[in-house]
């Protein structure tokens, strides 16, 4: 009988794995890097050619960093102490839509849309949410507080699901009346301008262009300005990117 359990549960998981759409493969673990199968709870070292899957989690550990090249082009790169959980991976031929978590550290996007092709490449991290078409970012996660900065194109920008929740169930305790009616949608098109410190809480998507970076805390507020690129590239990680892309 336990023979038979065991069994089931094996075919179980590798049905799972084999079912399980292909977010991209390991192209190049430096390091310390190890991924945990969706349904599994043992951490395996990364191995080039390593197939991730929805579910799957990779993560890196001190002085340590992976990329990831996307089914059907593109590269998702993490830096050290990161650790990066694949939730959505949805390939077609002319429409690609990959999504996935990151609970913390830093993680780079390069992922540029073929002709005609449609594809969204979208990060979380615990305060806000970072989504694409095309172009290329560095999105850091904390708890307190999370950052996006674009170097390519344009993203949208929004904070996390469970900050919006909280923020709807606030409201709903509002009595009728306090708020007023005719007051206009806070809404904000590609940035033109920096937004002082923390000012406004986001609770709609925000298209951030080149150059730009934008700061979200667990409270939803914000603070959205130009980056220093000249500063910027002093950052280890982001130079190694800036070399990875250029190659």
């Keep these: ?15 799972a794995q084999v079912n399980a759409a292909e977010f991209g ?20 070292r990364a191995k080039p050619k390593m197939p991730l899957n929805e579910n799957d989690v990779i993560r890196t ?10 089914t059907g082009g593109g590269k998702v790169r993490i830096g050290e102490n990161s650790e990066l959980e694949i939730t959505v991976a949805s390939v077609k031929p002319m429409t690609k839509d990959f999504s996935a978590n990151l609970n913390k550290g830093s993680v780079w996007v390069a992922a540029k849309a073929a002709f005609g092709e449609k594809k969204r490449v ?4 615990p305060t806000a949410v970072a989504a694409i078409r095309g172009t290329k970012y560095r999105a850091t996660a904390g708890e307190d507080e999370s950052a996006v ?25 509002f009595t009728p ?29 925000i298209s951030l262009v080149e150059g730009m970076q934008i700061n ?29 892309d250029s190659q």
Aim: charged residues 30%; glycine residues 6%.
């Design 1 to 15: 009988m336990k023979y038979f359990q065991s069994a089931l549960l094996t075919y179980i998981i590798f049905s």
């Design 25 to 44: 493969k390991i192209s190049l673990p430096l390091g310390k890097v190890e991924v945990k199968s969706a349904g599994s709870s043992d951490w395996v």
């Design 61 to 70: 550990l001190a002085k340590s960093r992976c990329e990831i090249t996307l």
């Design 122 to 125: 979208a990060v979380r991290t």
């Design 149 to 173: 900065l674009v170097y390519e194109g344009k993203v949208d920008v929004n904070a996390a699901k469970n900050i919006s929740e909280k923020r709807k169930e606030k409201r709903k305790g």
């Design 177 to 205: 009346g306090s708020l007023n009616p005719n007051k206009p949608k806070f809404t904000l098109g590609p940035v033109t301008e920096v937004l002082g410190p923390y000012e406004v809480t986001l609770k709609d998507w």
């Design 216 to 244: 979200v805390r667990k409270d939803g507020k914000y603070h959205m300005f130009k980056f220093d690129q000249s500063l910027d590239v002093e950052n280890d990680f982001v130079k190694w990117n800036q070399e990875m």
